[in-house]
């Protein structure tokens, strides 16, 4: 129980760890190449417009243009709120003393399969439109923005990298990897709470002590 119960504190710091992993990708998430798409755009009053027009694909689909920038702010603030929310849940987790409780109680369980469920959905979820978001991202007009570097009146920016968009796939996979451990660990921890309550119903004794 003593190696269960010192692994169990690990992995509540672990989900406040991951969480905090979370909502910091979601910061850096526009930055590269989403940052020099959204230096390629132009205010006009209350109208944003792109400084290069998107054409068509080998099979005549129109390509995308730099206001793809502002059409992904809604995903990167939502993975904002999924991180503040994996966070809390794992707080979730000290408060109901999950971290160091001998025997769990309902609370414990409640808080364990909200941590780990809400963190392996929300992470499938950011997995899924992630990868969307990366094809999008590729379906840029990338010689018209190229274009761009032409005009000696506009400070060139221009990435094809893909980086950030390939650390979240690692990011969430290892959220998900942690949760399932999380999962785990409250199957060791039951597993032992019936050893132990077999051991007392037995009447045994263990150095003088009542296991």
């Not at 690990?10 to 190449?33: D, E, H, P, R």
């Not at 942690?178 to 004794?205: D, P, R, T």
Request: hydrophobic share 50%; charged share 15%; proline share 1%.
């Amino acid at each position: 129980m003593k190696a269960q119960m010192k692994f169990q504190k690990w992995m509540c710091l672990s989900m406040i760890i991951v969480g905090a992993l979370a909502l910091l990708y979601a910061f850096f998430y526009m930055t590269g190449s989403m940052s020099e798409l959204g230096q390629s755009i132009d205010t006009l009053g209350t109208n944003r417009i792109s400084r290069f027009d998107a054409g068509y694909d080998e099979n005549g689909n129109l390509l995308n243009d730099a206001l793809l920038y502002d059409d992904m702010q809604s995903f990167n603030t939502m993975m904002m709120y999924f991180g503040i929310a994996m966070i809390l849940l794992a707080v979730l987790l000290y408060v109901t003393a999950c971290n160091k409780r001998r025997n769990y109680y309902i609370s414990n369980y409640v808080a364990t399969g909200l941590c780990a469920g809400g963190n392996i959905i929300m992470s499938i979820v950011c997995l899924i439109l992630n990868g969307y978001w990366r094809n999008e991202f590729l379906r840029l007009d990338f010689e018209a923005w190229k274009e761009l570097l032409d005009d000696p009146l506009i400070v060139p920016h221009y990435s094809e990298s893909t980086f950030w968009f390939d650390i979240g796939f690692a990011v969430y996979a290892i959220v998900i990897v942690a949760s399932i451990i999380l999962i785990l660990n409250l199957v060791w921890k039951i597993m032992l709470m019936k050893g132990e309550k077999q051991l007392l119903s037995n009447g045994f004794v263990t150095g003088g002590e009542t296991v």
